[in-house]
Each structure stands twice: as C-alpha cells, then as structure tokens.
C-alpha cells in the first residue's frame, strides 16, 4: 500500500512539472461497477454501562477498551468526470471528480474487549434494560446502511501504442475523499457520520480512438482512502473504518484537438 501511494505521487509530480507544454485537451465521463472491500472495523469505547446481558446483569465498560467487528459490503455504482491533458511522449493529466455507492450487506464477528459478544442478547449494546430476545450476532446480521465516497483526484497516466487505434495505459493519482458511512443493523443506528481524509488511486486500461474526436474507454481502478474515524451512535466511542474498492468502469472521452 505505501509502494501504490509512492507511485501515485510521484507521477502525478511529474505531469505537474510539465504541465506547460499540453498539446491537446479532453473532457470524459464514464459509469461503472465498485467493488467495496471488507472492513475490518475496531475502535476504543468511551466509560458505559452495557444494557442487560440476558440473565438481568450489566457490565461497566472502561474507557479505551478496545471493540471492534467486520462488515461485508454489496456491489455498487461508480461515477467519473474528469477534465485532462495530452503531453508529449504518452504522458497525460487529469483532474477527476468521483462518486461510488455501495450497501451494507452483513457484519460478523463482534468483540468488545478482546472476547466475542456475538452470543450475548442484543440488549447489551442496545442500552435495554430489559432482554430483547436475539443474540448481537443475529442483529447485526442484518446489515442495512451504505458507504459513499465523494473525491476529487489530481491524475497522471502514460499511453501506449499511440500510433494504434488501441492504446493501453497506466496511471496513478491523489486526492481528496469525503467518506460517509451509515451502520443500521436490523435499523439500530450505529454509524452515521462522515469525514474527509486523503485518498489514492492506481489504474489500467485501454482507450479506443475514433474516427472524429471521440474516443471510447475501459478501466480498471484500485482506490483507497486511510482509514476513517467515526464516532459510535449507539454507545460512547470512535470506530475506525477501512475504505478500498476496485471500481470497473466505461466511459467515452471527447478531444478538442491541438
């Protein structure tokens, strides 16, 4: 991951450093399929009482102990613009704005305080005094909610076989991520917040060059923001959250020419 950032940043460096000599500009679109990955989700609590544990007992918790559990997501819907430009020698730039949508499908593996509490009755981190009748793994089963990731990204990539109709290529780019995350499972809100945190891309793919100015386009896209912190809405806490996906995407691009 430290080797994909590094990348990322160092060619998006160089485009900027040429920048003056564009030979052609371009505007682009194209509509996809995201690929959100499994996140491992944990956090620190802050001081709380559990709810009733199923035999009429309760648990203080202590601040800092240590929580956490994994969240499988579905596949969803990837959206792209970019506006970029053509160098020399293969070379282009791009300033993408992104947009992908993904549902929550289930959460496993719930532990608080190193120790799973996927048989405990779900009371305990619902805050009922009174047992509700199903286990905590058993309601969060039950996933609902979504995570959205709305970026700009600052682009470079490098054409191949520019004399061919069929040109593959590579790229990397850096930007900024706004990241909202909703956990409801079995409709207790757990999550609902959102933050911006820093984010990375690597790409492939191939363009198609038509006879006008149009060109059509596929890619594929590795992209992952750090880790986002959240705070819990069910009891006192932050979680942090995992933010990859591959997105598989089509689109066309329009040339304005030299």
């Known amino acids: 991951m430290k080797l994909m950032k590094s990348v990322a940043a160092v060619s998006v460096g160089l485009v900027i450093v040429g920048a003056a000599s564009a030979q052609e500009y371009y505007v682009g679109g194209s509509i996809g399929f995201t690929q959100q990955n499994d996140s491992d989700n944990s956090g620190s609590t802050g001081a709380f009482t559990t709810g009733n544990l199923g035999d009429g007992s309760t648990l203080d918790v202590a601040a800092g102990t240590p929580y956490g559990w994994s969240t499988e997501f579905d596949g969803g819907t990837a959206f792209g613009a970019e506006f970029g430009a053509r160098y020399g020698s293969g070379l282009r730039s791009g300033v993408e704005f992104v947009y992908s949508q993904a549902d929550v499908d ?68 850096i930007g900024y991520v706004d990241v909202d995350v909703t956990y409801q499972p079995s409709g207790i809100t757990v999550i609902d917040d959102s933050e911006g945190k820093f984010g990375y891309q690597v790409k492939a793919g191939a363009t198609w060059q038509l006879q006008n100015q149009w060109e059509l386009f596929g890619e594929y896209a590795y992209r992952a923001t750090e880790d986002i912190e959240l705070d819990n809405q069910l009891f006192p806490g932050t979680l942090d959250i995992e933010n990859t996906q591959n997105v598989f995407s089509i689109g066309a691009r329009y040339r304005f020419g030299s």
């Open 106 to 173: 289930t959460h496993t593996g719930v532990t608080l305080g190193g120790g799973s509490i996927d048989a405990v009755d779900a009371a305990a981190i619902a805050g009922s005094a009174e047992p509700l009748g199903a286990t905590v793994a058993a309601v969060v089963a039950d996933g609902r909610g979504e995570i959205t990731n709305t970026g700009i990204f600052l682009n470079a990539y490098y054409d191949f076989n520019q004399a061919s109709a069929l040109q593959p290529y590579v790229g990397a780019g």
